[in-house]
């Protein structure tokens, strides 16, 4: 399979001044809601909250999963 892969933690690093890039501290500097963590789904959606950040989108429509 060749899919296309976006590394969330290279982009992260790149633009963000953090001491720590965990899911967590990710989600604490953009102030999404980290209830929930380390469930499947639960980890998927706030990934994308946080890629939807650092890429600048702005109103991002919600991926029904």
């Not at 982009?11 to 929930?36: M, V």
């Not at 890629?51 to 999963?65: A, D, R």
């Amino acid at each position: 399979l060749e899919n296309p892969v976006i590394d969330t933690l290279h982009l992260a690093r790149k633009k963000l001044g953090l001491s720590s890039f965990q899911l967590g501290d990710l989600a604490r500097h953009y102030k999404i809601n980290y209830s929930d963590a380390h469930r499947a789904l639960r980890d998927v959606e706030i990934t994308r909250e946080i890629f939807y950040h650092l890429m600048g989108f702005k109103n991002p429509q919600p991926v029904l999963l």
